[in-house]
């Protein structure tokens, strides 16, 4: 894998870019054509997002060092761009502003600009700026900048931010990277009261992390054993799966041993889960097999999947009669993530019936089944494609996608039309399209594999919502780097069982409204999915995903791990169970 690079290629979008700087050449350079122009883009310059080109730096610039101060209305859309362009003409030209009063409230963005366009004035103006930092995104700035300059007098300048906002944890990064010694004893003082102040408790929590060495760990584990830690506690996992060192994973292993098979201990399952740990196993398959609570069980039979657990099959197979519905859907993805091909004629059965909700048991079949089971999952597809029905139409997608994995070359045609019909649900059309590209010999294969010696065009990995950490077969290694990018749609039920279709591509952004069909409910309609972004995550780093390809490089060594939750948030307890479940796929391209 340390050979392996993975490359998107090169978007061509020279004819936008001259659209932009066309359009803002021909207006007024007034401060109201200005501000028109640019607050009519979508938020924070989702344009320019789009369309990320240094080209369109050259205007801006011009505009910036020919106009009044007094007089530029947008002036943190100008911020939003020298920093995402990265551009130093256009942050440069906002310095000057940093001297008119009225731009006060701009200059911890001017500073962010700074910041990622590797000013060489950024030093001295953030040294400058230390005293007046009051937001979190500032205080990133100083740090990054500070760190950049790689001189440990500067260790002491970050500390005085921290001791008075000890909230802003991220500045332990940077203070790390100047003085690790240092950084450690601030730590260690700060936890030597665990019962007083929890800020400055948690802020120590995250500098042990960042230091990953043997003593912070076993510092870690000692913590945890605290009475009155489960303000902490969660801190504390996230804390043992960022590290993913082998110390870490001891003291976590010492953790699960302890912990109980009920909701109290699914924060410890789910850690060790991440982190791949065998010794979650026993705790997995108790919680599994004896607890009463249906949320318990479907997360002890999604982790046994997650850590290959092959010997609990019957447990698993059991629980396919389980009579609450998530778990009885876990169970069937449960059996097609093990493949488990004695399981196949169960898992048709339920396919062909309409306990398959959310078409899980459908999915399955594409990893265990065969060709009498295509023909079967064949005469379904007809039959679900005259329903209009929404939760056929979800059936219909997953027939669709299984019939790609198991390259049903005869189903096709079939295929290929609902793929292009817009009377079909979103979410089948797009499962159309990606079957097609697997009978195009696009395959869903472990690239990972050191012993193939064919790399094939993409992985392809699918994500249901249920599953919270999903680990791929790509390890890398500190630098290395994949292009990741995100499809598919997730779903709800309302009360009567039928699927609510979300026409929106993931992720789905927080700032996004509701869909108008969900305007106004009747009643509670258990949609809890539309908060939801799609993240990767590697040694504990996270990064959203979108459509477009974008680069995801690893700071340490770690698995290629998938997650539909929103947040960098490595440990979760919950998740929303509802009866009808889309699917993400994440592609990964070389």
């Not at 803002?24 to 990320?52: C, H, I, M, Q, V």
């Not at 949320?295 to 046994?304: E, H, K, P, S």
């Not at 960098?568 to 592609?587: D, I, K, N």
Request: glycine share 8%; aromatic share 6%; with cysteine.
């Amino acid at each position: 894998m340390a050979k392996l690079r993975f490359r998107t290629p090169p978007g061509t979008h020279a004819q936008a870019v001259a659209e932009v700087i066309e359009i803002f050449d021909r207006r007024p350079r007034n401060a109201a054509a200005e501000a028109e122009y640019l607050t009519s883009l979508p938020p924070k310059g989702a344009y320019f997002r789009l369309f990320p080109d240094t080209r369109v730096a050259a205007p801006f610039t011009r505009y910036l060092k020919t106009s009044d101060p007094e007089a530029i209305a947008s002036v943190s859309q100008f911020c939003w761009l020298a920093k995402n362009l990265r551009d130093r003409e256009i942050a440069g030209a906002l310095l000057p502003l940093l001297e008119h009063p009225s731009m006060a409230s701009h200059s911890g963005a001017i500073l962010e600009a700074l910041a990622a366009s590797r000013h060489p004035k950024g030093l001295s103006i953030a040294l400058s700026m230390v005293d007046r930092v009051s937001y979190p995104e500032h205080a990133a700035a100083v740090g990054t900048i500070l760190q950049r300059s790689g001189d440990p007098r500067h260790w002491s300048v970050l500390a005085s931010i921290l001791t008075r906002y000890p909230s802003w944890w991220h500045l332990l990064k940077p203070m790390v990277s100047l003085d690790r010694e240092r950084t450690r004893r601030l730590a260690l003082d700060w936890l030597e009261v665990p019962q007083g102040d929890r800020v400055r408790t948690e802020a120590a929590i995250h500098a042990l992390t960042r230091l990953a060495d043997a003593d912070a760990a076993r510092r870690l584990t000692s913590l945890f054993r605290v009475p009155s830690a489960g303000s902490w506690r969660e801190t504390l996992l996230q804390s043992f799966v960022a590290q993913d060192t082998d110390e870490a994973r001891a003291g976590l292993v010492r953790l699960v041993l302890a912990a109980r098979a009920d909701s109290s201990g699914l924060g410890c399952l789910w850690a060790a889960t991440r982190l791949g740990i065998g010794q979650a196993v026993p705790l997995a398959a108790r919680m599994a097999r004896v607890s009463g609570d249906a949320a318990v069980r479907r997360d002890g039979i999604v982790c046994l999947a997650l850590l290959e657990e092959r010997s609990e099959v019957p447990l698993i197979r059991r629980a396919l009669e389980d009579p609450d519905p998530a778990v009885s859907q876990a169970a069937a993805w449960a059996l097609g993530r093990l493949g488990d091909s004695p399981s196949v004629p169960r898992l048709l059965a339920r396919a062909l019936s309409s306990a398959d909700v959310g078409g899980v048991a459908t999915w399955s079949l594409g990893q265990v089944g065969g060709r009498e089971e295509a023909i079967a999952l064949r005469a379904l597809f007809v039959r679900l494609e005259g329903s209009p029905a929404a939760s056929d139409q979800t059936r219909l997608g997953m027939v669709a996608w299984a019939l790609g994995e198991l390259g049903d070359a005869t189903s096709a045609g079939k295929i290929r039309f609902v793929a292009g019909e817009k009377r079909f649900s979103p979410f089948a059309r797009a499962c159309a399209r990606e079957a097609l590209l697997r009978l195009a010999e696009i395959r869903s294969e472990p690239i990972g594999s050191l012993a193939r010696t064919a790399v094939p065009r993409a992985l392809v990995r699918c994500v249901f919502p249920f599953v919270r950490y999903d680990r791929t077969s790509v390890r890398l290694l500190p630098g290395e780097s994949v292009d990741l990018s995100a499809q598919g749609y997730w779903g709800g039920s309302d009360p009567g069982g039928q699927m609510v279709r979300f026409d929106l591509p993931l992720p789905l952004p927080g700032l996004l409204p509701r869909p108008p069909v969900l305007a106004d409910p009747p009643g509670d309609i258990p949609v809890g999915l539309l908060h939801m972004n799609l993240n990767s995550l590697v040694g504990g780093q996270s990064k959203l995903l979108t459509e477009k390809p974008s680069c995801l490089t690893a700071e340490r060594e770690g698995n290629l791990v998938l997650s539909p939750l929103g947040g960098p948030r490595f440990v979760e307890r919950s998740l929303p169970t509802v009866p009808g479940l889309g699917m993400a796929w994440v592609r990964i391209d070389r």
